[in-house]
């Protein structure tokens, strides 16, 4: 664990955190809603121990998170609608070094400026624009 990584202390935590924060707890892994997301279903895929990269992964580790990135998919497409899903890691926001991989529904409705990399227009540090912690807690419980 890592003093000052968020999702470290988040993992501490896990059986207290609310349903936006563990979506899904599965192996090494927890699934949580992207906070500072406008779009709904935005998840993220968060190993349990610290690390920064995919080479530091376990076999065990990387196994699970191809199997949940599926997962995480299928779940996206029955509780948002989307047509697929876009997987990102970059880890590279301060206070976000710690690996946590990106799995965002694409909907049928997206405009261009929106489509692939693009898809970044939906996270803001505006909070006031934040999918509420009731909708992404209830998101989360579906």
Not at 20 to 47: F, Y
Not at 77 to 87: D, I, N, Q, V
Not at 88 to 109: C, I, Q, S, T
Not at 110 to 135: K, M, N, Q
């Amino acid at each position: 664990m890592s003093i000052d990584c968020y999702a470290c202390s988040m993992n501490e935590q896990v059986d207290q955190l609310p349903p936006r924060e563990c979506v899904h707890l599965e192996g090494g892994w927890r699934v949580a809603h992207a906070s500072n997301s406008t779009l709904p279903g935005w998840l993220v895929l968060v190993p349990m121990r610290h690390v920064t990269a995919m080479d530091e992964l376990s076999a065990q580790e990387a196994e699970e998170l191809g199997l949940l990135a599926r997962k995480a998919s299928i779940a996206l497409k029955a509780a948002t609608g989307c047509t697929k899903t876009y997987l990102m890691l970059f880890a590279e926001a301060e206070g976000f070094g710690h690996l946590h991989v990106h799995v965002v529904p694409r909907m049928p409705d997206f405009e261009p400026e929106v489509l692939g990399p693009r898809v970044f227009a939906f996270l803001t540090d505006d909070d006031s624009s934040w999918i509420p912690e009731g909708e992404r807690d209830a998101l989360g419980l579906r």
